[in-house]
Structure formats: structure tokens, C-alpha cells
């Protein structure tokens, strides 16, 4: 592989680097969703006539530099290059940077379009359009070719010294990934064989779901290969999607070990999180005149991105930019930690952050790759959440009880497009006779008065920027959310209303969903734009829930990767003489303490304790304590904060003894590592079934009509997955031993041991 010796940048990150400046500016100014945009981008050009083209690919080279990009419209009679901006409210109000900014990719747009047409001079206009009342204002200069080709030097020139650090970056990153060598003296059993999957899916730009036991080196394992295809295959980013923060973690340890395994290797590394997590002045507004960190944003930006950047260098301390580096770096520059943090996710090589920066509506790292035209690969940790993470990125919700307290106090200009959403609530709920009930359809009335409320929501916002009151903000916020899914809406989602008993008797309130439950037409895209997907996690079984439900690829491969554990560590006994259904749960509880008193007895240590409900293990404990009040034992509480979490796990000591009792599926059913004598067994009473509920039978309905496998798809495969993730918590290394046991007699049905890892042997 020859080395880089051209850059490619697409018009407007050009010109984001170039000629943006002054304040860091958030202030509420609502702008139109992303089918506003094109709906308005769509209205402007057919108002044109039969000389306009539209979406213009345009492209020019400076020195190493390839300047592309596609401008909005061209009007051949008028020799007029259009640059179309869609907005909200009051144009006088758009910040004079912004301006400033939209000028710059006109004139760089102007000057492609001179020198691919040979033009003497041309007109620009940047147009701008009000999707609320559609109108457009038209803004209108007249510049030289020659004035077009200075500014576009004038740019590329600003932009080339970076150009030519990159591509030396560049360059020097995949000479180094091509040499690059597994980090420890051998692969651990299983770990080959991931390694293996993930660097031939990669060569072959394919997608992969690779199922992978717990305990072998997953990090590594799929990081290592991802990086050392990434030379080869000219990959410019890898992403590295976590569940929780934990994953995040051992994502940045990964990273770690493989850049102290190669101290030449230049690898940047990044780790985004969430706003609320990384803003330093969370009581002050997010622009120039509230916040520090705001003011002059723009103009101190580029050495602090040139400071973080060097701080990755080899020759430095091979920072990794985590939470703590990049706050670091950021307030020695006085600005934002975030927004310095979206800014460096351009620039660097692995990104390690939460699955919403890629899978979800507005994800940046997805946008950023659109934009950008990046090729990049994309691994994704515990992928067995993906279902659940997915659905709710996609679902929206909204109470009747929060639009009441918002009527109370909204101001006068909102009070008759609120009061029509109330009155067109009001009606869905009078005509719905049960407590739930789903539909097949969408309420047109009551979303054209929601559509019509968030218009002047909107409108009030961009008119009084200052009044951010938060009720206001949170309807607006869940309006958008709700009429944006509802332009998608289709067999993937139910739309359903719920009666609720409200705080006061009087009143009661009403929840309208629009509930996601097959997320593979919004995720299939994600997955077609990546070089390569891969999914991995202990508990990927059947491999078709997935596929089908998140929309993978014909051509995904599939990897079973073979356990390093072997069926003598571990003890799986079926407690068939117990049932745990919902109508068995009080006769179980006696029983369920037996076995348990038997085991400690039998062989004292710790033991984990899995239970469906909160109110089914509270029960159980209690009954263990009054059977047996010798044994210590400890509870998950709801609503646990992470000191809580911390405390809880701290009582799983090598010389420790007892029993901690917990919620299946909850903080401590995977991603919990207690090697060892920490942890030497656990009792899983129940199949983790979810509940027969009203939603859930309507999720069985539409699985059977879409995948005709309604059950297994709503109920045995998640609750399944559960019971794995739980008992994969006794042996975490090639030298543990311990017991599970599967209380209920359902686990001796075949179709359900079909589920159960292959190297289990079931007593």
C-alpha cells in the first residue's frame, strides 16, 4: 500500500476550519429538523426554472489538497451559484459568524464552478428560507474568477499546513499498523479465532456478528484486528461503540495495551461523552455572554486542537484524549470540554464512545462520516443491548399530565396552539375504552395540532431567546422527536395510548407512544455506510433475532467462537421440581431457600442470586433470613446510585461469604467480574421471560406478522439472553470453578437448552 500523498476535504469542513470564529453560540434557535431541510432545500429549487440544476458535484485540487463538495443549485441563464440555507424565525437574529461561514462555502463553490465552466465572473447568492412561512431572501454578490481563485487559495492555504501534518500523520499511523504486532507473547484460547473474524471481515467489507465467551480478551481481540486491516484497506476511523461506561473503559484499556506494545504507533484516540457529564459550567447558558468557555470559542480553538493532537504524539505521553485529558487541555485553552471534544473526533483514529453517537437520530459520528466521506469500521460492545438501545432511540413518548402543567404557565402566545393539542387529547382518550389500546394508524388531528404547537413553540423561542424555561423546552424537544418519527412511521412501530391513574384522583393521565420495535430501517443504513460492522458479545444466540431485528446485511458473516472453558468448571443443575411462573411465585419461595441453604452449606462462598421482579427477590431474601440466619446476604435496592453499585460488589471478597441478591437483567446480570473465589456460583430463579403485558402482546403480534416467530422473538430469546449473561458471571478465567443453578422446570425443555451455551454440560 503506496502512501498518502493527496488530502481529501469536503467544501464545508473546509471552510469550518478556515473561516469560523468568535463565540461558541447555543442559545435556543430551533432550527428545522432534517426533513424540514430537504423539504425546504426541494421547495426553493422548484421554484426555478428550466435552466436550474440542482446538487452540483463539484471538486478542485490545491497542491495535495482535493476540495469537494455538492452546491445546492446553479441557474445556467443567470449564471447564478445558489447556496440554500433553511431557517426558523427572525433572519436578522442568525449570528454574523454564521453568515460569514455560509459567504465562505459560496465563494469556495464559486470558484469550482468558474473553473470548471471557464467563467470570466459569476454570481452568488446565498438563499435563505423560512420553513414556517416559506419565504426566501435572497442575498446576492458578483465576484471575479480571479477574486474566487484568491479566496480559494487564500483558504487551501490556511488549511494546507494541517493538510500536510495529517497526511504525514497518516502515513506514519499505517506504516506503523502494517508492522503492528498482537500485544501480548500468545493469544488466549478463543481469542485467535475472533481476532481472526474480525480481520476477514474487515478485508472483505463485510459485516460480522461474532458470539465470544466471556473471559477471552474481547477488547483486544477485535480492537487489534480492526487496526491492523485498517493500513490495508485504507480505513480512516475505527469506532468503538460501548452499553455502558464500563465498556468505554475497557475500550480505552485496549487502546492502552496496544499503544504501549508499540511505542512508534501514532494513534489518536478519543473518548466522547455525554454533554451533561462533560460541561464544567452546567448553571450557565451555553454562548458567549453566560459562558467563559464560550466566548471566543472559535478564535482559541485551533491551538487547543493542535495542543491535543500533539498531546497523542509518540514523542509525548501517548495521551489517551479520555473524560479527564481532554478537560485538562481544554480549560488550559479556556473552552468548552465538549464541544473541543465533537471538534477533535475529525481528527482523530479511534473513537470510543456510547452506541448513540452512531446509531441514533442525530449521531455525530454518523453525520461527521456522511459528511465526510469517511470509510470507517465499527465495533460494537455487548451487542446484545442493541435491540433495547435501538427500539428506544427510535421511540418517543408524551404525558397528557406534562401538557396540563405546561398550559398552566406557558406564555399567552402559546396558549391557543396548546390548548388545541389538549383539546384533540382529550378526544383520543374519551374515545379509547380500555386502559391500553393500540393503533394501526396515526391521530392526523391531534399530530397537525402538535406540528402546529412546536411551529409556534419555535417561533416564540427565536423571538424571546432569552426565556429558556425548561417545561417549555422538554415538550418542544419531545413534539420533535414525535412528528419526526411519525414521517417514518410503518410496520417497524406500534402507536399506542395508555391510561394512567394520576398523582390526583381527579385526574387521570394519558401516555401516547410511538414505539419502535424493529430499528432495522434506521439502523440498516448505519451498517450499508461502514467499511465494516462488528457486533460481538457472549450471548449473540440465535444469530437471525439479530440480523433481522437490527437490519445487518445477505452478506453478514456469522462467528461462533469456541469457549476456552470446558464443561468440568462449571456445575448447571435444573431445579426442575420448581416453578417460578407468576401464579407459582409464593409456593417457590420455601423451596428456593432450601436449595439455597443446601448449597452454601455444601460448599460456602459467594453466590449471586437472580430474581425476575424486585418484589420477587425481596420476598425470596426474606425467606432465606428466616430459614437461615446464618447466612450472610446483601440486596440490590432500586434506583441504586454508583457508590451504591460499588458497595454492593465490594462485599464479593476472596474470603468473603453470602449470598447477594439481585433483578435479572439488571446492573449486576452482565458486565460484573468477580474471578475467582469472589464468586463461586449462582441461582437464576427464572427464565427472565419479559412480562405478558398489553405491549408486549402487541410486540408479539406484529413479530409473528413481520419474522413468524411472534414468542421466541418477544419473550424466550430476551429472556434467554438474560439467563446467560447472568450465569456468565461464575466463570470469568481458564482456572475457575463454580455452580449455577437454573430454577425452574422449564430449563429442561430442549428448544430452551438449544439457547444455553454449546460447552455447558446440564445435570
Not at 387521570?508 to 450499508?528: E, G, H, M, T, W
Not at 461469604?657 to 449486576?668: H, P, Y
Request: include cysteine.
Amino acid at each position: 500500500m503506496g502512501a498518502m500523498n493527496q488530502y481529501t476535504i469536503a467544501v464545508r469542513a473546509l471552510c469550518e476550519f478556515t473561516a469560523k470564529t468568535g463565540d461558541l453560540d447555543l442559545r435556543f434557535t430551533p432550527s428545522p429538523t432534517a426533513q424540514e431541510g430537504i423539504a425546504g432545500h426541494a421547495t426553493v429549487t422548484a421554484r426555478r426554472g428550466a435552466s436550474y440544476q440542482r446538487e452540483l458535484a463539484l471538486a478542485g485540487d490545491y497542491g495535495p489538497l482535493h476540495v469537494r463538495g455538492r452546491a445546492d443549485g446553479y441557474d445556467t441563464a443567470a449564471r447564478r451559484l445558489e447556496e440554500i440555507k433553511t431557517y426558523r424565525g427572525e433572519l436578522e437574529r442568525m449570528p454574523d459568524n454564521q453568515r460569514q461561514l455560509h459567504w465562505a462555502q459560496a465563494k469556495v463553490y464559486g470558484h469550482l464552478q468558474c473553473a470548471a465552466l471557464g467563467l470570466a465572473e459569476i454570481t452568488l447568492a446565498l438563499v435563505y428560507f423560512d420553513v414556517g412561512s416559506q419565504k426566501e431572501t435572497m442575498l446576492q454578490q458578483v465576484h471575479s474568477a480571479a477574486t474566487l481563485q484568491a479566496y480559494f487559495a487564500q483558504q487551501c492555504e490556511l488549511f494546507l499546513q494541517w493538510a500536510e501534518q495529517e497526511i504525514a500523520h497518516r502515513n506514519a499511523r499505517d506504516a506503523q499498523l502494517q508492522q503492528l504486532a498482537f500485544p501480548y507473547a500468545g493469544f488466549r484460547p478463543g481469542q485467535r479465532e475472533l481476532a481472526a473474524a474480525m480481520y476477514t471481515a474487515s478485508k472483505r467489507g463485510v459485516c460480522l456478528l461474532a458470539q465470544a465467551p466471556t473471559g477471552i480478551g474481547k477488547s483486544v481481540g477485535s480492537l487489534f484486528p480492526m487496526l491492523k486491516a485498517a493500513a490495508q484497506q485504507q480505513v480512516d476511523k475505527v469506532f468503538f461503540l460501548a452499553a455502558k461506561t464500563p465498556g468505554r473503559q475497557m475500550a480505552l484499556d485496549a487502546v492502552q495495551v496496544i499503544r504501549d506494545s508499540a511505542p512508534l504507533l501514532p494513534l489518536r484516540t478519543l473518548e466522547l461523552v455525554a454533554r451533561d457529564s462533560a460541561c464544567v459550567h452546567p448553571e450557565l447558558a451555553c454562548h458567549g455572554e453566560s459562558c467563559p468557555l464560550a466566548r471566543g470559542f472559535y478564535d482559541r480553538l485551533p491551538a487547543a486542537r493542535l495542543a491535543a493532537l500533539e498531546a497523542c504524539q509518540p514523542a509525548q505521553r501517548h495521551v489517551v484524549l479520555d473524560r479527564q485529558s481532554l478537560q485538562t487541555i481544554a480549560l488550559a485553552h479556556e473552552i468548552c470540554p465538549y464541544y473541543l471534544g465533537s471538534e477533535l473526533a475529525r481528527w482523530c483514529d479511534v473513537i470510543v464512545g456510547d452506541y448513540n453517537y452512531y446509531f441514533d437520530q442525530s449521531a455525530i459520528l454518523y453525520g461527521l462520516t456522511v459528511m465526510n466521506d469517511w470509510k470507517v469500521s465499527v465495533l460494537v460492545d455487548e451487542a446484545h443491548n442493541m435491540v433495547s438501545r435501538a427500539r428506544k432511540m427510535y421511540s418517543a413518548d408524551m404525558s397528557h399530565s406534562s401538557l396540563r402543567l405546561l398550559r398552566k404557565i406557558a406564555p399567552e402566545a402559546l396558549k391557543k396552539p396548546l390548548d388545541r393539542v389538549h383539546r384533540q387529547w382529550n378526544q383520543l382518550v374519551k374515545e379509547q375504552d380500555e386502559h391500553y389500546q393500540s393503533y394501526a394508524d396515526l391521530p392526523e388531528k391531534w399530530l397537525g395540532a402538535l406540528q402546529t404547537a412546536a411551529s409556534a413553540i419555535s417561533d416564540y423561542q427565536n423571538e424571546h431567546p432569552a426565556d429558556s424555561e425548561p417545561l417549555l423546552q422538554e415538550f418542544y424537544f419531545n413534539a420533535l422527536q414525535f412528528t419526526r418519527l411519525a414521517e417514518s412511521f410503518g410496520a417497524h412501530a406500534l402507536f399506542d395510548i395508555e391510561k394512567r391513574p394520576g398523582r390526583h384522583s381527579s385526574q387521570s393521565d394519558s401516555i401516547l407512544c410511538i414505539r419502535n420495535i424493529v430499528p432495522a430501517p434506521y439502523l440498516a443504513p448505519r451498517f450499508a455506510l461502514s467499511h465494516s460492522s462488528a457486533l460481538f458479545s457472549a450471548t449473540l444466540s440465535p444469530w437471525n433475532y439479530f440480523h433481522d431485528l437490527l437490519g445487518m446485511p445477505d452478506s453478514t458473516a456469522w462467528a461462533d467462537v469456541e469457549s476456552p472453558f470446558v464443561a468440568e468448571q462449571l456445575s448447571v443443575k435444573v431445579a426442575g421440581h420448581i416453578s417460578t411462573r407468576y401464579q407459582h411465585r409464593q409456593q417457590s419461595l420455601q423451596p428456593i431457600a432450601e436449595l439455597m441453604g443446601q448449597q452454601y452449606a455444601a460448599q460456602r462462598g459467594n453466590y449471586l442470586a437472580f430474581f425476575s421482579s424486585f418484589d420477587y427477590m425481596e420476598k425470596a431474601a426474606q425467606t432465606l433470613a428466616a430459614s437461615y440466619p446464618g447466612i450472610p446476604q446483601w440486596s440490590q435496592t432500586r434506583r441504586m446510585d454508583e457508590t451504591a453499585r460499588s458497595d454492593f460488589l465490594a462485599r464479593f471478597t476472596p474470603d468473603s461469604c453470602g449470598i447477594g441478591f439481585a433483578v435479572l437483567g439488571g446492573a449486576f446480570g452482565e458486565g460484573v467480574d468477580l474471578p475467582g473465589a469472589r464468586l463461586i456460583g449462582a441461582f437464576v430463579a427464572t427464565l427472565g421471560l419479559p412480562q405478558v403485558n398489553p405491549v408486549n402482546e402487541q410486540i408479539r403480534q406484529r413479530m409473528d406478522s413481520i419474522f413468524g416467530a411472534g414468542y421466541d422473538y418477544t419473550y424466550t430469546y430476551p429472556g434467554m439472553q438474560k439467563v446467560v449473561q447472568a450465569a456468565g458471571r461464575v466463570i470469568r478465567t481458564q482456572t475457575d470453578r463454580g455452580t449455577v443453578y437454573l430454577i425452574d422446570d422449564r430449563f429442561g425443555r430442549a428448544e430452551l437448552r438449544a439457547l444455553l451455551p454449546a460447552w455447558w454440560h446440564v445435570e
